[in-house]
């Protein structure tokens, strides 16, 4: 991996603790294997692998009660099967969650079989009044706190999208 | 066991324990059985994901007992949970899997594989160390505070009959819940739950 993934790992790591936030869920997506790594090694978060994302979702959303920020981890497969943890629980309960997901099927994605992520996510995500805010530059990672205090301040789930040439490093 | 029967005995034996009810029976007949509305929350829209949000509450405050009671219905969507509780190894959580055989809060439906269905091995296979299963009142009582009530990560199978009617939800919505819920916590717990307090 590049140098610069380094970096940007490394600043998304600090966003993250900056919120706050000390339990990380994860399922892996190629693009955030370093940066789930870095949760695992770094001792100021829990970092918790799960079986299927809606785990996170439930993980997180419980962690919500506990008074633990809590962060989801996952891929955008992954998200695309979480509407309705996310709509039943995160809704309903008007519980906040921040959640990080990987933008494949976007330009830049060299993987044929992400095509319906690449046509459907973000009108799913518009489709639930999803708020979604995409980071696709290492200058704009400091909107990582902006977006966990945005679920906050409105009790819902909020999802901050990462493309594949910001988490590779490749700007 | 009568499902009432079972849950009135374990609500008897309710002290400080935080509970999560999985949606359907689990929630209605908690709610029958002690109409609370703080100390319980009703995860009635949940599928499969009552011990995951169980297990973050646990896992933020460990001086308190949490108690999840799921359905044989939610866990057979996502069994898979058990390797995330028994990962996470908190001690102060306890999954009761209420097992009715069939999907009870849609008619009893029928539930895939229902009567070869060994959730007390699936529990054991993960590495669950503390595996009960009861399928009688009188055994349920005789060892409940084993069970139940030493610490340590546990799971415990209810083998219960299934209800045979519709059961009450309890009548609240989910804001209401999450305030009387989340307010409980924060008054007995000390911890912050809104960014708001109340005091």
Redesign the interface.
């Known amino acids: 991996m590049a140098k610069a993934a380094t970096g940007i790992t490394a600043q998304i790591v600090e966003q993250v603790a900056k919120c706050g936030i000390q339990?990380v869920a994860s399922l892996p997506d190629t693009w955030i294997s370093d940066l789930i790594e870095a949760f695992d090694k770094d001792e100021r978060f829990?970092h918790?692998?799960?079986?299927?994302e809606?785990?996170?979702?439930?993980?997180?959303?419980?962690?919500?009660?506990?008074?633990?920020g809590?962060l989801a981890l996952m891929g955008a497969s992954g998200f695309m099967t979480c509407v309705?943890?996310l709509t039943?629980?995160n809704y309903?309960?008007?519980?906040p969650l921040l959640l990080f997901m990987t933008l494949r099927g976007s330009m830049g994605d060299h993987a044929k079989y992400h095509v319906s992520n690449g046509l459907y996510l973000k009108p799913l995500m518009d489709s639930i009044s999803m708020p979604y805010t995409v980071v696709d530059s290492p200058n704009k990672v400091s909107i990582i706190s902006q977006a966990y205090t945005h679920s906050?301040?409105m009790s819902r789930p909020v999802v901050v999208g990462f493309t594949r040439s910001v988490l590779r490093g490749e700007q | 066991m009568r499902f009432r029967d079972c849950f009135e005995y374990i609500a008897s034996r309710w002290a400080s324990e935080l509970v999560?009810l999985s949606a359907g029976n689990c929630s209605e007949m908690w709610w029958e059985v002690t109409h609370d509305t703080e100390r319980a929350?009703y995860?009635e829209?949940?599928?499969?994901?009552?011990?995951?949000?169980?297990?973050?509450?646990?896992?933020?405050?460990r001086q308190m007992p949490v108690w999840v009671f799921s359905g044989d219905g939610a866990f057979c969507m996502?069994p898979?949970?058990l390797?995330?509780e028994h990962?996470?190894n908190l001690p102060n959580l306890t999954h009761f899997l209420v097992s009715n055989r069939c999907y009870g809060s849609t008619y009893e439906a029928r539930l895939p594989n229902a009567s070869s269905n060994d959730y007390a091995a699936m529990a054991r296979a993960v590495g669950i160390e503390r595996v009960y299963a009861f399928d009688s009142l009188d055994s349920l009582k005789c060892d409940f505070d084993k069970a139940v009530l030493a610490p340590g990560h546990t799971f415990v199978v209810l083998e219960v009959e299934a209800v045979g009617k519709k059961l009450q939800e309890p009548p609240m919505?989910?804001?209401e819940?999450?305030y009387r819920?989340?307010r409980y916590?924060?008054r007995v717990?000390g911890?912050?739950?809104f960014?708001d307090s109340l005091k």
Not at chain 2, 45 to 61: D, E, K, N, Q, R
């Open positions: 339990l829990l918790v692998p799960v079986n299927r809606e785990s996170a979702i439930g993980l997180c959303s419980g962690a919500f009660f506990s008074g633990t809590s309705y943890a039943k629980i309903t309960y008007q519980i906050r301040v | 999560i929350f995860l829209a949940s599928m499969s994901l009552a011990s995951m949000f169980g297990a973050g509450i646990a896992l933020g405050v996502n898979g949970m390797m995330v990962q996470m919505d989910g804001p819940m999450k819920f989340g916590i924060e717990a911890v912050r739950v960014d």
